[in-house]
């Protein structure tokens, strides 16, 4: 949410911060906080780019999960049989199983 309301990292929202800094850490920092007043249709556009920004993440992690499942299996198998993984095994793991590297982008 922080991202949206906060740092302006919402295309349909735009680069303004309708979030405080502040509140109590003892009341916890929404309870002790005074959110500026807003319109129910911002909020509303909040919660929709919210939504949007976690399904598209979502979406991204899952098609990489899939695209590199025969790395994964091979990692689960290789850490049943020693517990733990060097770096350099990982690095070799990767690039025996030709991992699918993830484009950076924006959502």
Not at 2 to 20: D, N, Y
Not at 32 to 51: C, F, H, R, W, Y
């Amino acid at each position: 949410k922080q991202m949206v309301t906060r740092f302006g990292m919402s295309e349909r929202v735009g680069q303004v911060a309708l979030a405080q800094d502040g509140g109590s850490p003892f009341l916890g920092r929404q309870m002790g906080s005074q959110q500026a007043p807003m319109s129910s249709e911002t909020k509303a556009l909040i919660d929709s780019e919210v939504s949007r920004l976690v399904s598209a993440a979502y979406s991204r992690a899952k098609a990489l999960l899939t695209d590199n499942r025969q790395a994964l299996d091979a990692l689960a198998k290789l850490l049943i049989e020693k517990e733990t993984v060097t770096a350099e095994e990982f690095a070799q793991l990767l690039t025996d199983c030709e991992v699918k590297v993830a484009e950076y982008g924006i959502y």
